[in-house]
Nanobody
Framework: QVRLVESGGGSVQAGGSLRLSCAAS????????MGWFRQAPGKEREGVAG???????SYADSVKARFTISKDNAKNTLYLQMNSLKPEDTAMYYC??????????????????????WGQGTQVTVSS
């Protein structure tokens, strides 16, 4: 059974940094279509950063140059380094992945409607 477990959330002041981790089990992150998503209260879930099947990273415009997605294939873990955090980044952050057989490109990795597996989420709160 596929399991995605996020960690690393917390409360920081604006301008601070956090690093989120997503440990996967029964699922291989290598060449996977997977990414990070977030949902703030009263808003729809949105894609933040993801890896396409060819390893290309995709980012939402709102986080480009501030967030960096990476992965450690040996640890089977996905990461999200978040720098220069803003109050509008406050949300529950989720790790999600498509089926192991899925192929994605062109930003599809940050399409929340195309993911089969979701973690439980980790809260990020940024104060001004």
């Amino acid at each position: 059974q596929v399991r995605l477990v996020e960690s690393g959330g917390g409360s920081v002041q604006a301008g601070g940094s956090l690093r989120l981790s997503c440990a996967a089990s029964a699922y291989t992150v290598t060449s996977a279509c997977m990414g990070w998503f977030r949902q703030a209260p009263g808003k729809e879930r949105e894609g933040v950063a993801g890896f396409e099947s060819d390893g290309t990273a995709s980012y939402a415009d709102s986080v480009k140059a501030r967030f960096t997605i990476s992965k450690d294939n040996a640890k089977n873990t996905l990461y999200l380094q978040m720098n220069s955090l803003k109050p509008e980044d406050t949300a529950m952050y989720y790790c999600a992945a498509a089926s192991s057989y899925a192929f994605c490109s062109g930003g599809y990795s940050i399409n929340p409607g195309a993911k089969n597996y979701w973690g439980q989420g980790t809260q990020v709160t940024v104060s001004s």
